[in-house]
């Protein structure tokens, strides 16, 4: 892995007033301290951007359009709904598995929310802690930590949309609340010599309700706007590119042809994710998954390039046994993650594998042992997922059901071209 020598980047994000109709302003250049002469960053073309954060990152379009501007592979590592403490959780499989050289990092949005009167679920110090600990395992991993503040918002929807009341909030205003942990995202920054770039400050120049889309929280057309031209300027000011380097392929996936297979799975088992301690997993040449609370919990594989294949002439296979505990496999399409996806762009592929499904969830059935082939045209993938008669694996999650301690064995989930 790549060691990261410790550099110091002195900068001065300069914000140029405009208004909604004069468009987005534009980054002026930031300045890189001496300091950072003893590290030379990846060269932007062909790196790998990992944007890892809450909803603001896992909906927004914005972290593709800045690795296409920007000539880099990209993976979003982000989650809705989480927290900068479930972040640090995550770390390891959605970002330093990857083999990122540049992170982007957005939390505060979920932090904030109070769980009881004057309660938030992350407190400002503690969201400040966290910050801190994600920059130092971005930095360890090799990769270089891009902090950024979260978006301005429609302060009117707020409650609202979070399901909140402003007897919770003890009569602070919301807007000032918000920028409490952008406060400390700055504070991170300044404190840790690593770049910072304050979209909140660039979206607070226009009106609010340009910024979100009709939830009042997440990024609209603008905001998404303001994001790829920050970031995208900010990167190509401050690090090296070369404007004749070959560009990368944006559709993030490999294409099959004919004779050809690969995997839809990682035999690595650090390569999955599994929420806290709910599943073991080993890996090598098979993997064994098991539940350790009796219930249903999944795992998640998320492919840093998603295999491209033609429908009509493509086969799955698929081998695995369970034990005494049901499962479930659902693959992810046309770049959805697990962790990140829309109706449609998944396809649960139980009734395909020629076994005994429970008739009210539809789970695998304990004690069954599967060895099939299913063409690709038969598993009923939504047309919205088929482009030119190609078809995009991204993800996978594998559910165990049932009895604690007992195994989901996966031999195989391939696809291969005729």
Known sequence: MKKLLLFILSFSLLLCACTPEEGVSETVSDTVSEESEAFTPAP?????????????????????????????????????????????????????????????????????????????????????????????????????????????????????????????????????????????????????????????????????????????????????????????????????????????????SVTLSSGEDASLISFEKDMWYVEGSTMTITGGEKLVMKNTNGLWPDAQYSLTEGVKVPVADAVLTVRLSTANVNTSVILYLDGAYPHAYSEGQYVIINPFLNCDTDSYTGDILANQTIDVEIPLSSLNISSSCIHDGYVVFSGVKIYVAGTSFQPVTVEEMSVYVK
């Open 44 to 252: 932007l073309d062909n790196s790998m951007l990992v944007v890892f954060g809450d909803s603001i990152t896992a909906l927004g379009s914005w972290g593709k359009s800045v690795a296409e501007k920007c000539n880099m592979r990209f993976f979003n590592g982000a989650k809705g709904g989480i927290t900068s403490a479930e972040g640090l959780a995550r770390f390891d499989t959605f970002v330093a598995s990857r083999s990122p050289d540049y992170v982007t990092l957005c939390f505060g949005m979920n932090d904030l929310l109070m769980t009881a009167p004057n309660t938030p679920k992350v407190t400002p110090e503690q969201f400040k802690i966290n910050m801190k600990k994600l920059v130092e395992k971005t930095v360890a991993i090799g990769a270089v930590p891009i902090l950024l503040t979260t978006n301005s918002i429609d302060y009117a929807k707020f409650y609202a949309a979070q399901g909140q009341t402003e007897s919770m909030y003890g009569g602070r205003d919301i807007k000032e609340w918000v920028n409490t942990y952008n406060e400390m995202t700055r504070q991170v920054a300044a404190e840790t010599g690593y770049p910072l770039i304050d979209l909140f400050a660039q979206c607070s120049l226009h009106p609010e309700t340009q910024i979100v889309c009709s939830d009042g929280i997440h990024l609209g057309d603008l905001g998404n706007r303001i994001f790829v031209e920050q970031i995208s300027a900010y990167l190509l000011e401050n690090f090296p590119s070369d404007p004749e380097a070959p560009k990368v392929n944006y559709d993030n």
